[in-house]
């Protein structure tokens, strides 16, 4: 088995070598940790998939350093692109242009004709692909339908004996991945809700934004991401509480023979003496924690049941709900 090394932050430059020699680096950012390889090197873009455990026609995100990299593959952007870059990078929008063919490898792309591109915020990356001087693919680094991780010990759960190495540089900020959005056609399209919500892009772009919830049958390439294969799946039943919904829950809680774990405020932790892991308070604070929440009652206190809060459908709050109702299979607690 291969040793997975942990790597410091000042510490980058032997991760970057390493991914030169086409090895994978996990790698922080401020939405959740990749899963790096070269993306111009066809055999460590295929381990990338083999090291998940995921389907080979997911197409990647392409990770760059700076927008220069990226138009080494997508050519000078126009001025719409460049009005997003200005504003949002680095940071958690992941944008998607077309690409001339065969710039990147079937791979990469999936068969598609387009590439998705993200600069993340996190600067120990940033300087990590720079140094390697080549974009890295950078899937989530999770084993597949496993939430993302959102810290080092997340990705050495998962990854440990697979992989060569983690960049571990704390928890990440975000805790949602990245707000995905198609600019290859006329009309940009978001295809998956992020901390950048679509009010944001409208504003920059001073037009309308789509949103896209199509949902993706067996024979056709996933256009919207995460949609073809069941991802956030805890190995308990999720249900979504409604605000109003807790003093009802938490006595249906207390009425089951099967174990029930609770994600919520620390208020609604102080009701209950059922597995407790703190959400905090706010839909900021939720999302930042959802996915270690749901990793926590996977692994470190197994229950069969896991309740968890609604929030409202706007903002962070979109791209919150967005995972918590995939983690759930939509299912909503009723009284
Ligand atoms: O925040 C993030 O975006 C994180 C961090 C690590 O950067 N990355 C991430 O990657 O979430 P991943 O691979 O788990 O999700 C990327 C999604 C996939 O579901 C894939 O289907 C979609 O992006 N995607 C990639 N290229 C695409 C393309 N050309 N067209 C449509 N969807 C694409
Ligand atoms: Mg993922």
């Known amino acids: 088995m291969m040793i997975t090394r942990i790597y410091q932050p000042d510490e980058y430059e032997a991760a970057a070598k390493e991914i030169q020699l086409g090895e994978l680096i996990a790698f922080p950012t401020e939405t959740v940790y990749g899963l790096g390889a070269?993306?111009?090197?066809?055999?460590?873009?295929?381990?990338?998939?083999?090291?998940?455990?995921?389907?080979?026609?997911?197409?990647?995100i392409v990770t760059v350093s700076s927008q220069a990299m990226m138009e080494r593959f997508t050519g000078p952007v126009d001025a719409r692109a460049q009005r997003l870059i200005d504003h949002f990078w680095p940071g958690s929008l992941t944008l998607i242009f077309n690409v001339a063919?065969?710039?990147?490898?079937?791979?990469?792309?999936?068969?598609?004709?387009?590439?998705?591109?993200?600069?993340?915020?996190n600067e120990t990356t940033r300087k990590m692909i720079a140094a390697a001087d080549t974009p890295i693919v950078g899937p989530s680094a999770n084993t597949s339908g496993k939430p993302s991780p959102t810290t080092a010990q997340h990705v050495y759960h998962d990854m440990n004996g697979r992989i060569a190495g983690i960049i571990d540089d704390g928890p990440t900020k975000v805790g949602v991945e990245s707000t995905i959005l198609d600019l290859s056609k006329d009309q940009p399209t978001v295809l998956r809700p992020g901390a950048v919500t679509p009010e944001e892009i409208e504003s920059i772009l001073g037009g309308p934004v789509l949103a896209d919830n199509h949902h993706v049958g067996k024979t056709e390439i996933p256009k919207a991401p995460g949609m073809k294969y069941k991802h956030y799946a805890p190995a308990a039943q999720v249900l979504i509480v409604a605000a109003d919904q807790w003093p009802e829950?938490?006595?249906?809680?207390?009425?089951?023979?099967?174990?029930?774990?609770?994600?919520a405020s620390a208020s609604i932790g102080k009701q209950t003496t059922h597995p407790f892991f703190d959400l905090g308070a706010d839909v900021t604070t939720?999302?930042?924690?959802?996915?270690?929440?749901?990793?926590?009652?996977?692994?470190?206190?197994?229950?069969?049941?896991?309740?968890?809060?609604?929030?409202?459908?706007?903002?962070?709050?979109?791209?919150?709900?967005?995972?918590?109702?995939?983690?759930?299979?939509?299912?909503?607690?009723?009284?």
């Open 249 to 263: 829950a938490l006595r249906w809680a207390d009425q089951q023979e099967k174990t029930v774990g609770i994600m």
């Open 101 to 121: 063919p065969g710039k990147l490898s079937k791979t990469v792309t999936g068969g598609l004709t387009t590439a998705a591109f993200r600069c993340p915020a």
């Open 286 to 335: 939720a999302s930042h924690r959802l996915f270690a929440g749901l990793r926590y009652f996977d692994s470190d206190e197994p229950v069969d049941y896991i309740l968890a809060p609604a929030y409202p459908e706007e903002g962070l709050g979109m791209a919150y709900m967005n995972r918590l109702r995939k983690a759930a299979g939509n299912q909503f607690f009723n009284a």
């Open 38 to 60: 070269d993306a111009t090197n066809e055999q460590a873009a295929k381990r990338v998939y083999l090291a998940k455990g995921r389907p080979s026609d997911n197409p990647l």
